[in-house]
């Protein structure tokens, strides 16, 4: 069973900075695309970013230019450095492994919780 673990989350003032990472328990860990989503209180999962085994990488418009999703191999981690917080960046962000490069997403960790308030 692939477990994922997230952390790196908590509370930021708008402006500020954090580095969500999630940890992944399969030793192929380097051949699949990773993705990072966040759900908003009341909303629905948004995609946030993407990297693929090959390092190319995707994002929201709305987080494009203040987030950066990395990998490191060695460590079976991916990262999400968040920058420039809005308050609207709010919400529970979640990593996922995608095993079949098709998009879906095959194992979601149990999230972490981020909020950007004053």
């Known amino acids: 069973q692939v477990q994922l673990v997230e952390s790196g989350g908590g509370l930021v003032q708008p402006g500020g900075s954090l580095r969500l990472s999630c940890a992944a328990s399969a030793p192929t860990f380097s051949r699949y695309a990773m993705g990072w989503f966040r759900q908003a209180p009341g909303k629905e999962r948004d995609f946030v970013a993407r990297?693929?085994?090959?390092?190319?990488?995707y994002y929201a418009d709305s987080v494009k230019g203040r987030f950066t999703i990395s990998r490191d191999n060695d460590k079976n981690t991916v990262y999400l450095q968040m920058n420039s917080l809005k308050p609207e960046d709010t919400a529970v962000y979640y990593c996922?492994?995608?095993?079949?490069?098709?998009?879906?997403?095959?194992?979601w960790g149990q999230g972490t919780q981020v909020t950007v308030s004053s």
């Open positions: 996922a492994e995608d095993r079949d490069s098709d998009g879906e997403y095959n194992y």
């Open positions: 990297i693929t085994w090959n390092y190319f990488t």
